[in-house]
């Protein structure tokens, strides 16, 4: 295993590893520890595939093992000298041989010379990667896969060139990874929280809290989650991106033509399926987005609120040999006839409790009295030319202009048959107006209305009426792509 480590640290240095390399690597990093390997049965195991032949080639395990080693190690084997070398050398030739047996790594040779180069296969880098991650103390970074998606989207979009595909594909595997990421969060959230119950003193749950959930999950990746790399914040501009390759039927030939000369598909039917369902799994992801963030805000606070408790449940109630002295003296004093019988006092013991009284001692108690129903205040008058009658009058006229059917009216007047909405343009002659289009804003949240309100960063003036940058859309629309 730690010869895969230091093979590993290699590959990531040099472009092409020469088997001399490799074996000065393995005996500068392994030098102590192989002389602690006990590798005899694998000494055995390459004498008897060797046979006799292989025997006399190489002569006798060991010593043939460090005669390899001294001529293929270079000069850095061939300077150290002694059978203390000889026999790290040997070492470090068999744990290749092992490597090379096991499918680990693979040899060849150069062009111009007879030395051999050492080739990794694509798994045996995978797993080298995951090896090294495992083992690694360093907390993983948070990627910015929102900010990714929409940049890459925005890009595509504005430039409409060969990369519409890649921007795609871009786009989906780092909304998948996004999903994963909130997945791991919820898992890991519920995990720490957990962990309260095994932890024994207040100290305990501080460093658990501020210097392992802290600074490995709020600072990493829920922090980011809710400022830099907010989904609010991007998801608008997102979906209408990609709303609008789904309408744009030119666009998506454009992509399919794009993905069939990378040799993703063979057939323009098969890419366009493939277009379609990148962009409805990316939509629908995003749509169901703020429900898995609501899950995380809530396992977030639960463990915030169950840190807590326990912190104060430590430090209320101290569990070590003096505070267990304390609780037991202090019960003796409060009865003193039973400290005979608790801790076999004689009778020259006394115990008694001992107070004294400072500036704080001296208070004067509270009267605490007992709440009671006051008289109701009246409401004032309005005066003779505007009474009760007139107010009632005002609010039942209200109450018939401004109803939810008024509003929906409105916007279905103002969409006339269009698909989107958009704020510049609405046009605000009246009080009227602007009251009718804040009731639709502000039921946008309903399910059974015929639109949705989508918020775009900034305001603007409409009418001298200030207005958010919003769009409203059919809700229609999507299914009718899909």
Not at 77 to 92: C, D, I, L, R
Not at 151 to 156: E, N, Q, Y
Not at 445 to 459: I, K, M, P, Q
Request: hydrophobic share 40%; aromatic share 8%.
């Amino acid at each position: 295993m730690e010869a895969l480590l230091v093979l590993h640290k290699l590959f990531r240095q040099e472009m092409s590893i020469s088997r001399s390399d490799l074996i000065s690597m393995l005996m500068i990093n392994l030098d102590e520890r192989i002389l602690t390997l006990d590798l005899e049965a694998d000494r055995q195991e390459f004498a008897a595939a060797a046979g006799p032949a292989g025997s006399a080639a190489a002569g006798p395990t060991v010593a043939g093992s460090a005669a390899a080693g001294s001529a293929a190690a270079g000069p850095a084997t061939a300077a150290a000298a002694g059978p203390e070398n000889a026999s790290v050398s040997a070492t470090a030739h068999l744990l290749i041989r092992r490597l090379i047996d096991t499918k680990w790594i693979e040899t060849e040779y150069r062009m111009d010379s007879f030395e051999e180069d050492i080739t990794l296969p694509d798994y045996t880098v995978k797993l080298l990667d995951l090896f090294v991650s495992l083992t690694s103390d360093e907390a993983r970074e948070y990627n910015s896969y929102v900010y990714a998606t929409y940049s890459a989207l925005k890009t595509a979009d504005a430039e409409r060139n060969d990369y519409l595909y890649n921007a795609l594909v871009t786009a989906y595997n780092n909304t998948t990874r996004l999903i994963d990421e909130l997945k791991t969060l919820h898992n890991n959230i519920r995990r720490h929280h957990q962990a309260l119950n095994d932890f024994a003193t207040a100290n305990d749950v501080l460093k658990g809290h501020f210097d392992i959930y802290k600074t490995l999950i709020m600072d990493r990746i829920y922090h980011p989650l809710k400022t830099l790399d907010s989904v609010p914040r991007f998801k608008a501009p997102i979906l209408r991106i990609l709303a609008d390759w789904l309408s744009d039927l030119p666009l998506r030939q454009m992509m399919s033509d794009q993905a069939i000369q990378r040799g993703k598909f063979s057939a323009p039917e098969e890419a366009m399926e493939d277009i379609l369902r990148k962009i409805s799994n990316i939509m629908d992801l995003y749509e169901g987005m703020d429900a898995m963030l609501e899950q995380i805000d809530r396992k977030n606070t639960a463990y915030t609120r169950s840190s807590i408790e326990k912190m104060r449940y430590l430090l209320n109630t101290d569990r070590s040999i003096k505070g267990k002295l304390v609780d037991l003296l202090t019960d003796i004093a409060r009865n003193p006839v039973h400290a005979a019988k608790i801790l076999g006092f004689d009778s020259c013991i006394n115990l008694y409790r001992q107070g004294f009284v400072d500036e704080k001692s001296l208070y004067t108690r509270t009267d605490r009295s007992a709440l009671r129903e006051g008289v109701p205040l009246k409401i004032a008058e309005f005066g003779e030319t505007f009474g009760d009658s007139q107010v009632q009058g005002f609010i039942h006229r209200a109450r018939l202009i401004y109803t939810s059917q008024n509003a929906l009216k409105y916007i279905e007047e103002l969409m006339a048959g269009r698909v989107v909405l958009s704020s510049p343009e609405i046009k605000l002659s009246n009080d009227h107006d602007f009251i009718l289009l804040m009731l639709a804003t502000l039921r946008s949240g309903d399910r059974n209305l015929f639109y949705r309100v989508e918020f775009l960063e900034g305001t603007l003036e409409s009418g001298g009426y200030r207005i958010p940058n919003m769009r409203f859309v059919r809700k229609e629309v999507k299914a009718h792509v899909g």
